[in-house]
């Protein structure tokens, strides 16, 4: 540990207090890296280097008047999908053009009045519709890690796969994401970092742009889970501009880590053991088992019998959703406009320029599941059985603290191996997808390497605001796992 | 007298739904805190919330929810405890999210009712089905510009209360006396100011007619958007005769959605059922649930004010007016109370009189409402209380009102000004009088014999001589002396 890339977000901090370095350092150092290293992973849209510079003199400031917040000088990076005053906002969409927010989103403005240094805004699958961050209009993103004996281009997975690459490679100590079915959970699974999506509540959705209001859930992404303890901290909270935050308090979610698992009762859901996944997913899954117990805690079998419904419900509630929320990109107000000669001709060219493929797909699947006709049959049957799948988790948690899963069916894929089905492709969401159908917190850790030498994580899940709970296990295993390998693509490699 | 439409096949009953549009009386905007106030700039009360920008949410304006609870109470209608916000989804240039905001399957506001007063004196009830709540879109303005639109989003984003009638009314009258009475109802309450011109008041027409003595309905069309109760009375008229005339030349009428024009008098096709809107509703899962508890509901009641139905049974009783009388003096909540300030320390039942008659016409004269009224209420009751203790008499009372209205002096100052203090002296009058009927001898000498309508021409005669002042039972006692003599 010697080198200004080796920090993690709360050595950093610890550094910055003790004016061992300066914000401004540590801000160059990563922007830097982002010069050296993001012209291959192109995880940032947009860089913002001369804001990070200014902000990080204003921390140095502040830190030598021994002031200044809980992320004071620590640069992040900001998944495109949250608003930033004066910074431009894409989505990752042509749609949105050149469209700078004249407001701030509320977890964006937490982490700022903390004092972060944001370093730009992070690259995404568009609208946040994706598992492998191919959608981008703004090309996709490259997972820093490479397999053992190949130099393939392998995907970070998605939807906040420019948060997951941006994190792992050392271009920043931490990243927001936003999850609607794992889009937090998985890429941090595919780039060997952890990422927590909370309590659907815990964190306000002002500000960010929706994808399925329902759903979407801002939540921290970072090298440990110690950073994404003290990320989650700034980032939650009750906002009253948000009428589906909840008001209650944060706590600290740091001190959690220590906790331990002694006597913690570990649910294993049947259900997950899937058909068609590698031996080597389920011997990992095994050995997750095997660390928690021998921390202290029990093991123990429980039923989600809902969960192969998890999947079809969750494409149908959310691209409902989706069809409507995405009703305000037309051409007439912000964004990209194609002019035509009427109205409608206006809306259709402007939609049919401004979106990619995969959100057309989405938007016709939920324009089609709300049609009447067809309403009760989709839309109103996959609402009972969210119920079903909630009901799934209220009963499992009355005999068990936490569940253990793996976090996705296999490790990242190349690019060029993308499922032509895009329903195979939503199979990269079987795990992630119940918890947020129910709501309920969830996290991914890394713990393991797969034969490829591609990193894998393990999912828990969690009762309704108690991500102290899935804290302290996470932390467990990751005490076991003691990952510590590095991608290939790293700020703190020398080229 | 039921109305009936008479066809080349005989009798047809018109069955008529109305669904209101009603602005609420709220500071701020349904779902952002936006001014909700008519007018302005355009584009002036528009928060990011009403423009649909990314990542913007609603909030729900709890002053909105407590008017609707209000007018509910006001209808007699179930109060929800539970209701839900629906999305209503559709495009057009002027709702920026794509969705309209609305209560489909579960409204705050359920079964009601609307008694209203008829012509003929009888009164009717007229069911309401549901209210909820909505916000209103923006307005597109087309004629500026040869080929571009504009866009105001001032009203994007204002609550409405959506007020729907079973199809209970059958006349175009009826139609008319439920927009007046419901609007009445709203105003005194202080939940919509019911301004049709400026638009916080409209309504959709619901138009089908059948054969007296059907029992089901036929199909309907639905006249969009008719901004007076005198036009909706209207295309009723009008879009019945158009269905009688299908229907009598062997045609069916199809569910479509109409426009009134009230130049050329006649209902136009805007949309068949086949192009209309699939809306797509479904729950907005940016808002929770709206859960009210009963004990606010009930604070809410406690503290309405008398509603018109209340008010008019309780002048009538306490202040002796007729249930005409009453009617028009419950018409606005501002005339009751002018009229109670009135009544109270004053002559009940000759208050009635004056406002209805001489202090109506002198607001009507004077182009002023009774908010502005150029007389106090306190000033008519001087004046009132004037002509009861014999001071001036009415004709005169008349004269002191103009001169009220005109230099806002109180009835006393006017009169001791002008000397109009009524002559009570019997020898004063009886002077003038004989004076009178000694000018007038060929006349005295008719009446004797028995030409008794002579008896005006003295009186007129008298007071005339008096200027007005005399008072009239003495004139009347002392000419009948004289005239005997």
New interface residues.
């Given amino acids: 540990m010697s080198g200004i890339h080796d920090f993690t977000l709360a050595s950093a901090r610890d550094a910055l207090k003790a004016r061992k370095i300066s914000a401004v350092e540590l801000t160059n150092a990563h922007i830097d890296a982002i010069d050296r290293l993001d012209g291959q992973l192109n995880s940032f849209i947009t860089r913002t280097p001369d804001q990070a510079r200014e902000a990080a003199k204003a921390s140095d400031a502040a830190l030598a008047k021994g002031e200044g917040g809980s992320l004071c000088g620590i640069p992040l990076g900001i998944k495109d999908l949250?608003?930033t005053n004066g910074v431009r906002?894409t989505?990752a969409s042509k749609i949105?053009g050149n469209?700078v927010?004249?407001?701030e989103?509320t977890v964006t403005a937490n982490l700022l009045k903390d004092g972060a240094v944001f370093l730009g805004k992070l690259n995404l699958d568009e609208f946040a519709m994706g598992s492998a961050n191919l959608t981008s209009a703004f090309g996709p993103v490259e997972n820093p890690w490479k397999r053992k004996d190949s130099d393939a281009k392998l995907v970070p997975g998605g939807s906040s796969g420019g948060s997951a690459a941006a994190v792992a490679a050392g271009l920043v100590l931490g990243a927001t994401g936003t999850d609607t079915g794992g889009s937090i959970r998985q890429p941090a699974a595919f780039t060997g970092i952890a990422g927590i999506k909370p309590t659907y509540g815990r964190c306000s959705?002002?500000?960010?742009?929706?994808f399925?209001?329902?759903l979407d859930q801002a939540g921290p992404m970072a090298r440990n889970l110690q950073d994404c303890a003290i990320l989650l901290e700034s980032m939650a909270g009750f906002d009253?501009?948000?009428?589906?935050s909840v008001d209650t308090p944060v706590p600290n979610y740091e001190a959690a880590l220590k906790r331990g698992v002694k006597g913690l009762r570990v649910g294993i859901p049947k259900e997950y053991h899937v058909d068609g996944m590698p031996a080597e997913i389920e011997a990992f899954w095994q050995q997750g088992m095997t660390w928690l117990r021998d921390a202290g805690a029990e093991i123990v079998e429980v039923s989600l019998p809902h969960t192969k419904y998890g999947l079809p419900t969750y494409y149908i509630a959310a691209l409902?959703?989706a069809?409507?929320n995405l009703?305000?990109y037309?051409g007439?107000?912000?964004g990209e406009r194609v002019s035509a000669p009427s109205?409608?001709g206006l809306?259709e060219a402007s939609r049919a320029a401004g979106f990619g493929e995969e959100v057309k797909r989405r938007i016709l699947i939920g324009?089609h599941v709300?049609?009447?006709g067809y309403?009760d049959a989709y839309?109103l049957r996959a609402q009972k059985v969210r119920t079903l799948i909630q009901q799934d988790f209220l009963k499992a948690f009355e005999n068990v603290d936490v569940l253990l899963t793996p976090t996705a069916p296999s490790g990242a894929f190349a690019q060029d191996e993308k499922p032509t089905d895009p329903v195979q492709m939503y199979l990269n969401d079987v795990f992630t997808v119940p918890a947020s159908m129910a709501g309920v917190p969830a996290l991914s850790v890394p713990a393991g390497l797969d034969a490829r030498g591609v990193p894998l994580g393990l999912q828990l899940i969690g009762r309704f605001f108690d991500e102290e709970t899935l804290i302290a296990a996470g932390h467990a295993i990751e005490q076991a796992a003691a990952f510590h390998h590095r991608p290939t693509i790293h700020a703190g490699v020398s080229a | 007298m039921s109305y009936r439409i008479t066809g080349n096949t005989g009798e047809w009953e018109i069955v008529v739904g109305l669904e209101v549009h009603a602005q609420v009386v709220s500071e701020a905007k349904l779902f952002s805190g936006a001014s909700a106030e008519y007018g302005g700039e355009p584009n002036t009360h528009v928060s990011?919330v009403d423009?649909?920008?990314?990542?913007?949410?609603?909030?729900?304006n709890q002053e909105c929810v407590a008017q609707a609870v209000r007018t509910g109470l006001g209808l007699e209608a179930e109060i929800n405890l539970f209701s839900r916000f629906d999305?209503k989804?559709y495009?057009?240039?002027d709702l920026?999210?794509?969705?309209q905001i609305s209560q489909f399957a579960h409204p705050i506001i359920g079964k009601g009712k609307v008694l209203v007063d008829l012509a003929d004196g009888s009164t009717r009830e007229i069911g309401v089905t549901r209210l909820h709540l909505e916000q209103d879109a923006g307005k597109s303005i087309h004629d500026q510009d040869p080929t571009r639109?504009f866009?105001d989003l001032n009203r994007a984003g204002v609550a409405l209360m959506e007020i729907v009638s079973e199809p209970d009314i059958r006349s175009p009258e009826e139609a008319g006396a439920y927009l007046r009475k419901l609007r009445q109802i709203l105003r005194y309450i202080g939940t919509c100011d019911g301004n049709m011109e400026e638009g916080s008041m409209r309504a959709d027409v619901n138009v089908s007619v059948r054969k007296p003595g059907e029992t089901e309905y036929r199909t309907r069309c639905e006249i969009k958007n008719v901004n007076s109760i005198r036009f909706v009375m209207m295309s009723i008229e009008v879009e019945a005769q158009r269905q009688i005339e299908v229907w009598e030349a062997g045609g069916t009428v199809d569910q479509e959605t109409r426009l009134f024009d009230h130049v050329r008098s006649e209902t136009r096709s805007l949309r068949s059922k086949e192009d209309a809107h699939?809306y797509?509703?479904?729950p907005d899962?940016?808002?929770?649930p709206l859960v009210i508890e009963q004990c606010w509901v009930d604070e809410l009641k406690a503290a309405l004010p008398e509603l018109p139905e209340a008010k008019r049974a309780r002048l009538e009783q306490e202040y002796g007016v007729s249930r005409y009388e009453s009617s028009v003096l419950c018409v606005e909540q501002a005339i009751a109370d002018f009229y109670e300030t009135v009544a109270r320390g004053a002559d009940a039942r000759l208050a009635a009189n004056w406002m209805l008659g001489d202090f109506f016409a002198a607001l009507n004269r004077t182009g002023r409402s009774i908010e502005d009224s150029p007389v106090s209420a306190e000033g008519l009751r001087e004046l009132l209380g004037l002509i009861s203790n014999s001071t001036i008499n009415g004709k005169i009372a008349k004269e002191v009102l103009e001169d009220m209205v005109e230099t806002g002096d109180s009835a006393s100052a006017i009169v001791e000004r002008k000397g109009l203090r009524q002559v009570t002296d019997t020898g004063a009058i009886e002077s003038s009088i004989r004076e009178i009927l000694a000018a007038n001898n060929d006349k005295v000498e008719e009446y004797k014999s028995g030409k008794d309508k002579l008896f005006g021409f003295f009186v007129g005669q008298t007071m005339k001589a008096m200027k007005g002042k005399g008072n009239p039972a003495l004139v009347n006692e002392t000419l009948k002396k004289l005239l005997s003599e």
């Avoid at chain 1, 959705?205 to 929706?210: D, H, K, W």
């Avoid at chain 1, 009253?240 to 589906?244: A, E, G, H, L, W």
């Fill in positions: 949250f608003c906002t989505a949105l469209f927010p004249p407001y989103s959705r002002f500000g960010t742009i929706a399925a209001s329902s009253p501009r948000d009428s589906t409902a959703e069809s409507s009703a305000r037309d007439v107000r912000f109205l409608d809306y324009t709300l049609s009447s309403y839309y | 990011l423009a649909g920008f990314p990542g913007m949410l609603p909030v729900l999305r989804n495009f057009y240039a920026p999210t794509g969705y639109s866009i699939d797509r509703y479904f899962p940016d808002l929770l």
